[in-house]
């Protein structure tokens, strides 16, 4: 029986403008930006051979890896798909959790540096062939603490 393995995934987003309360004339308000008028997103789907070669999951239970300084490897030229999340937390072990830390995580191709995200942020690359160019896709802390990560990068 043959197996295939497939990832849907989906983005969105909805660009906002917050107006200012005006005393006696009106409330704040948030609404969608004015040019651009609509939530913009899109999906789709990458195949891939099942293989978790970056971060994980083991039997349902997250096994974080540490943005360092030097960085942690999340991908490379064979990945097809990589999911990446700033925990919020300092790295402490594979399993759990340090204290909370509001520092950002760096996302870079090689050396370029390509993404920032703050705690509870994640990002998806779908990658439906594999790349040319990048030999690694690596995450390395933007402060002076280790940060806990979850990450699956898929072949």
Do not use: C
Request: hydrophobic share 35%; net charge negative.
């Amino acid at each position: 029986m043959a197996t295939t393995h497939k990832v849907n995934w989906s983005v969105s987003a909805s660009p906002t403008v917050t107006v200012d309360a005006v005393a006696g004339a009106s409330l704040e308000t948030k609404t969608l930006h004015e040019d651009i008028r609509k939530t913009l997103g899109g999906s789709g789907e990458v195949t891939n051979d099942g293989a978790i070669d970056f971060g994980g999951v083991t039997n349902g239970a997250t096994n974080y890896l540490s943005a360092t300084s030097g960085g942690v490897n999340i991908g490379d030229g064979d990945t097809r798909f990589i999911w990446v999340k700033h925990t919020g937390y300092v790295y402490s072990s594979a399993s759990a959790l340090g204290v909370v830390n509001s520092d950002k995580i760096k996302i870079f191709i090689d050396t370029k540096h390509i993404a920032s995200l703050g705690p509870g942020e994640g990002w998806i690359i779908p990658l439906p062939d594999t790349s040319d160019n990048a030999t690694n896709f690596i995450v390395k802390r933007g402060g002076s603490a280790d940060i806990a990560i979850e990450t699956i990068g898929l072949d």
